[in-house]
């Protein structure tokens, strides 16, 4: 990031909970900005609706929320197994509008963010934890390991 009088800050740097070893690797991928990466990546998850996809679930989260995800789905009631993608957003089967976004994404510290949305008209927040990892071309890679 560069400051308005020219002077580049590495965020990064100043971030708490890092190890010094994930601040080297997160600097060999380029990121100079870990909350602004991870708010990126989860804007566009949220946007586009990705949670609600399977294949997105087996990729990009831990086998502590995959689990957690699973047993909140009821068989004998949804009728087949899966994750229960829902617990990202609102609880509402239906809202006062189609309405859908994202409003606030803020840094809680150690990996864990509250995200505030909108989710059918119906106002909403969540707390969402994320794991770095760097892998071996350079690319940060981000897993979300738990969701309240």
Known sequence: MTTTDGTKVN???????????????LERAGIEDLDGAIEA???????????????FIEKYCTENL??????EVDVDVEGEE??????FRSDAQDGPSD?????????EGNGWYKYDFID?????????KFIVHVNPRNQAEFYIDELE
């Not at 965020?11 to 690797?25: F, H, N, P, R, Y």
């Not at 995959?66 to 047993?71: C, G, I, R, Y």
């Not at 309405?99 to 606030?104: A, H, T, V």
């Open 11 to 25: 965020l990064v740097e100043q971030q708490d909970g890092i190890s010094d070893s994930l601040k080297a690797e």
């Open 41 to 55: 990546f989860f804007t566009e998850v949220f946007d586009a609706k990705y949670y609600e996809d399977e294949g």
């Open 66 to 71: 995959k689990k957690k995800l699973k047993e």
């Open 82 to 87: 899966g994750y229960a993608s829902w617990l």
């Open 99 to 107: 309405e859908y976004k994202l409003i606030k994404f803020i840094p």
């Open 120 to 128: 059918m008209g119906v106002s909403g927040s969540h707390r969402i």
